[in-house]
């Protein structure tokens, strides 16, 4: 009977999701950014990014193992005001019916520090698998006695498979603004801690 009791306990204890022994971080968002980079008439890129967000991610051994993130689009900075209130307009964000984007990953691959993640990224209520490729810089403590961690990580997407449609052409041909997005984090976290 204690055997088989024994058993059960050493099966239960393997079964255990490596999630409950991962550690939490917090997205510490003066050290972090969310930026993007689009093509501009065909010859450039514009670039910009969001300044309201949150987060948390996990780390289990070293390795990247969990992100979440939530995207406040109002705080979209590309250094042109008017070009900021068009990207919140119904033409592109609609910002005014669809506030937030949000991503969370489901499934992270790791190669030493390299990682993919793939995950559900939602904008105006539309849901679409994207996975993001990029590194985890590493872990350390600050002087003040919190452990940190950092990882970049670049993704594209299409921005018409979610929505924001707006469509204009050159006389020469090619579009005002590309189809194709870069996402690009740099990202800092706060490790949690134990209550």
């Known amino acids: 009977m204690f055997i088989r009791s024994f058993l059960i306990l050493a099966l239960s204890l393997t079964l255990v999701s490596s999630s409950a022994f991962a550690a939490e971080y917090d997205v510490d968002k003066a050290h972090s950014s969310i930026g ?3 093509k501009h008439m ?9 300044t309201d967000f949150k987060g948390e991610f996990e780390i289990d051994e070293n ?6 993130a939530t995207v406040y689009l109002k705080s979209i900075n590309t250094n042109e005001q008017k070009r900021d209130k068009h990207l919140l307009s119904p033409d592109f964000f609609d910002a005014e019916m669809y506030p937030e ?8 691959t790791h190669s030493g520090n390299k990682y ?13 698998s ?10 350390i403590k600050d002087p003040w006695g919190n452990e940190r961690a950092g990882f970049h ?17 050159l006389e020469a041909g090619g579009l005002v603004v590309g189809d194709e997005v870069t996402i690009i ?4 976290g706060i490790k949690r801690k134990k209550k």
């Open 101 to 108: 984007m949000l991503f969370i990953s489901t499934k992270v």
């Open 42 to 50: 065909v010859i450039s890129s514009v670039r910009g990014n969001f």
């Open 36 to 38: 993007f980079a689009v």
């Open 153 to 169: 990580a670049e993704g594209k997407i299409n921005r018409k498979e979610f929505g924001i449609s707006f469509h204009k052409l």
């Open 130 to 139: 994207v996975t993001l490729k990029g590194e985890l810089l590493g872990v």
């Open 63 to 68: 390795a990247l193992t969990h992100v979440k």
């Open 116 to 128: 993919s993640v793939t995950g559900e990224l939602t904008i105006k209520a539309i849901t679409k």
């Open 185 to 188: 984090l740099d990202i800092e």
